[in-house]
């Protein structure tokens, strides 16, 4: 198989599955791991995918919004779901917490532990999942509703300043040493203000999101107390994420059973 065929079939595959690894390629191709490797390399200054520790995803579009509601409130990826069961490590019996309404927050949801707790949220889907639970005092702040049910606006931004939160949960369109970012100013802004009144603030980014810088910044990566990721970022980025003094843990995805997550060596 000519390089360029080869290309091609790592493309579809990108396509279909949403990542590629280098490793599984090599012997689906029957090539070494070195050509996957610059295969990779000249698919990523053409422009045409990301590449990642182990592999690569797609190209991420620096204003690209959320993805529709049946894909952000379905079932969640190994990685999603290897995050959130860290993620709610930093939670404690009889916190208030806020948990907006994307991807990452709707499996964290899932994943709440039973004792009292104090939810805030902006979220139509995420109040939704809460409401029947009877040890969960459930809050909503309001604005305008969007299609994706979330509210983001300058009333909801205004309102949410009232509040204090002992623990929130910061995800986006990405993060990497030069910041967190979204899609949208008007998200940044609500995004800050929730950042801005509490007093331990949890990033939870798959890898996919790490060394990705989306339209509109929402603050400096030093905002955030701590970033949770998975095994498949890359550890460049990390890196550099640490060294501004921030905390980095690996949620552990490849393997079924549990496996105690680690920090970034």
Request: proline share 3%; hydrophobic share 35%.
């Amino acid at each position: 198989m000519f390089s360029e065929e080869r290309r091609e079939k790592i493309l579809e595959v990108l396509k279909n599955e949403g990542r590629v690894l280098a490793k599984e390629l090599s012997d689906a191709l029957q090539v070494s791991i070195d050509s996957i490797r610059r295969d990779l390399s000249s698919l990523e200054d053409n422009g045409l995918l990301k590449r990642t520790h182990g592999g690569a995803i797609p190209v991420t579009e620096v204003n690209k919004g959320p993805s529709p509601n049946e894909v952000r409130f379905g079932e969640g990826s190994k990685y999603e779901k290897a995050i959130a069961k860290e993620a709610i490590k930093y939670i404690k019996e009889n916190d208030t917490i806020f948990l907006s309404g994307g991807g990452m927050h709707h499996e964290i949801v899932k994943h709440l532990p039973q004792y009292r707790l104090t939810v805030v949220t902006n979220s139509l889907a995420t109040a939704d999942a809460l409401r029947e639970k009877d040890n969960i005092d459930l809050y909503m702040v309001g604005g305008k509703v969007k299609k994706s049910g979330n509210m983001t606006d300058a009333l909801v931004t205004n309102l949410i300043s009232q509040y204090s939160f002992d623990v929130s949960f910061a995800t986006g369109g990405g993060i990497s040493e030069r910041g967190i970012s979204t899609a949208t100013p008007e998200v940044a802004a609500f995004m800050s203000a929730v950042e801005k009144v509490s007093r331990k603030v949890v990033g939870v980014f798959p890898h996919y999101k790490i060394g990705v810088n989306a339209f509109a910044k929402v603050g400096p990566v030093t905002n955030v107390d701590v970033v949770i990721t998975d095994d498949d970022a890359p550890r460049d980025h990390l890196s550099a994420i640490e060294q501004q003094g921030v905390s980095v843990v690996i949620a552990h995805s490849n393997f079924s059973h549990e496996q105690p997550a680690s920090k970034t060596e």
